[in-house]
């Protein structure tokens, strides 16, 4: 069951509906030498919701997942994750909750040289001793675990193949694969499909709702596209100079609002930002050579 929305910015009063939030964050700053670059950010996240973080380059959004994740620390406020205070965690406790809060990049951050499956596998890092991570030995279950995560994604067959030899839509599949392996609890998407084509793009947007749905995983993603952000979130945030200026449901955001995180007089023709991803839901999958069995050629 989905979750509340949180609150449009510009109008007073108390949100409609009082819910135990998944995330707190209060006040959240972060300044690089004298630029701000987010500023007195709060709000809150329910367990479970889909949230798309949307707004000019430059307006703080990918600042403000990489504090959630602690790649960044906070100049000054608090994030809160149920009784954690994410923003104080440090060693074992802040290794823990960044396995539990997976991010994944526009750019994928996989190690171009490996194979897929050991791309995928690189998930469970967190999850084991380092004698094991250091001898890269994985075990029967995780690895049937990573194949069954790239089935998911339904690029199984890519499993023995070098990672840079892959389609940038393919590479952020295997992305979400090895965020999956974490287990995780959150999973933060950095502007997953900036440099996709459309048809990889709502492969991808596609991959994250289903996370979402089935899974109930909370997922915040950063997305300069509008059309994406009101096909696939239940909850949009905007975003400008660092500050939240919109916090509603796709229905609220109009065109006012949608001129408040753009800027400028001149109102947006949405077709500019589309990914133009209305097609046919079942995608192509790749074809897989013949005879190869995934699980044969992972050697189980």
Partial sequence: MKRGYGRVIPINGPPEEELLPMFQLKNVTRQFGKKTAVSSVTFDIPQGQMVGIIGRSGAGKSTLL??????????????????????????????????????????????????????????????????????????????LMAIGALERLGIEQTALQPAGTLSGGQQQRVAIARALMQQPKVLLADEPIASLDPLNAKIVMDALRDINERDGITVITNLHTLDTARNYCERIIGMAHGRVVFDGQPKDLTSAAVAQIYGGDTAIEESMTSTSINIPTEAPRETASAGSKPLALAGL
Avoid: Y
Wanted: aromatic letters at 6%.
């Fill in 66 to 143: 990489r504090m959630i994740n602690r790649l960044v620390d906070p100049s000054s406020g608090s994030i809160a994750f149920g009784e954690a205070e994410v923003s104080s965690l440090r060693g074992a406790a802040l290794r823990k909750w960044q396995r539990d809060c997976a991010m994944i990049f526009q750019q994928f951050n996989l190690v171009p040289r490996l194979d897929v499956l050991t791309n995928v596998l690189l998930g469970r890092l967190n999850h084991r001793s380092t004698v094991l991570s250091v001898l890269n030995m994985f075990s029967r279950d995780e690895r």
